[in-house]
């Protein structure tokens, strides 16, 4: 089903690709940004996709800009499914030495990256109160690491990136009670801001799960965990122990970098199946369809086995899969005694949940 986002800092950069993933996938888009009309690569995005990109004068720095942004979408649109805060400034010079240090321009760079983003969740948290999965995202940096990072330039930067990483705890720990996940992201070289139909399927598993009691107090191992995005929302949900594994060292990285910001608990190492201190009650594994089926009978014993009735067992939300190939796949899961109990499609792609049938 395709979702309603509001995408700050939209005109450029990583903004701009975000929305261009999106409305190509279908979704409702409103692309914020400051200058609507020196947009033109929005605008000529819009003429090809008029249905689902609707592009909205933002500037995050000011209150009465922000409110009449979302007086404007509540207009076009009856809920919001996620706010991306992707809107930031790095004032130059960046690498400023601290007699040379223009505080005007530090208090520049707070309003925008810290205080724009929580202006931007503070008037459109009524359009997100109506989503029954909401998410904000608010995208940080490495650089605003206090233990990650021996850098010695970016003050006004970096200490923006560092309070933006605590107004999202903050966020996130008010928003809880509500069913709004809050996250704090880096892009780095794992980029994962849960926008891709895959992850997507996997977010909307997780949260069934949750809303079953499944997440709460269990072991979660995340297989092939990228950004990190799913440990922390299991963290988030609730889940006791979080094992994160991914064979590329900077995913990993920035796994725990994500984890950190958020303050979940997420043991993430380089490698792949079998894993140490499993079996696990919970498994996540977005990858794709030739690593499902190479992995199924180690996925399988990474799961605790059931007593042969049905919900006993260990389960696994398996994303990644590209329609034709869910066939192959779903043979090698039975032939390592995984059970689906559930399948979900996005576009051309699916996920399966499943079940350890048996020991």
């Keep these: 089903m395709p979702e309603t986002f509001l995408v700050t800092g939209a005109n450029r950069g990583i903004g701009l690709a975000v ?38 004068e933002l500037d995050a720095d000011s209150d009465a800009s922000v409110q009449a942004a979302a007086g404007k979408v509540s207009g076009k649109a009856a809920r919001l499914d996620a706010l991306i805060n992707m809107a930031g400034i790095m ?3 960046h690498d400023a030495k601290l007699e040379d240090l223009d505080f005007q321009h530090c208090r520049d760079t707070f309003e925008t990256n810290v205080l724009g983003p929580l202006r931007v969740a503070k008037f459109f948290l009524p359009l997100l109160r109506k ?38 705890r903050t966020l996130a720990l008010e928003l809880k009670k509500e069913n709004i996940v809050v996250v704090a992201l880096d892009p780095g070289m794992a980029f994962g801001t849960g926008l ?3 992850t997507r399927l996997c977010l909307a598993g997780l949260e069934r799960w949750h809303q079953a009691g499944l997440v709460r107090a269990a072991s979660v191992l995340d297989v092939g965990s990228g950004s990190g995005i799913l440990s922390v929302a299991a963290g988030l949900f609730g889940a006791a122990r979080l ?3 991914d064979t590329d060292l900077v995913a990993v990285e920035a796994t725990r970098q994500n984890a950190r910001r958020n303050r979940v608990a997420v043991e993430a190492s380089a490698g792949s199946l079998p894993v140490a201190g ?6 996540l594994a977005n990858l794709v369809a030739s690593l499902l089926v190479e992995l199924a009978s180690e996925l399988a014993d990474a799961l605790h086995p059931g007593d042969g009735t049905p919900g006993s ?25 995984l059970r689906v109990v559930r399948r979900d499609q996005e576009t051309d792609w699916v996920a399966l949940d499943v079940e350890r049938s048996g020991a």
Aim: one cysteine or more; a positive charge.
């Design 243 to 245: 094992r994160a594994i």
């Design 131 to 168: 989503s029954q999965g909401a998410r904000i995202v608010n995208v940080t940096s490495g650089i605003g690491s206090l233990s990650g990072t021996d850098n010695p330039h970016f003050y006004a930067y970096g200490a923006s990136k560092s309070a933006l990483n605590k107004v999202s």
């Design 313 to 337: 067992g260990g389960r696994l939300l398996a994303s990644g899969i590209f329609v034709d190939r869910e066939p192959e796949v779903r043979r090698a899961f039975a032939a390592a005694g």
């Design 278 to 283: 499993g079996p696990f009650d919970l498994v």
């Design 19 to 56: 929305v261009k993933v999106l409305v190509a996938q279908g979704d409702k888009v409103f692309a914020a940004c400051r200058k609507p009309k020196d947009a033109s690569e929005l605008a000529a995005l819009q003429k090809t996709h008029p249905g689902n990109l609707d592009i909205v």
């Design 91 to 93: 004032l130059r010079p």
């Design 196 to 198: 891709h139909p895959t």
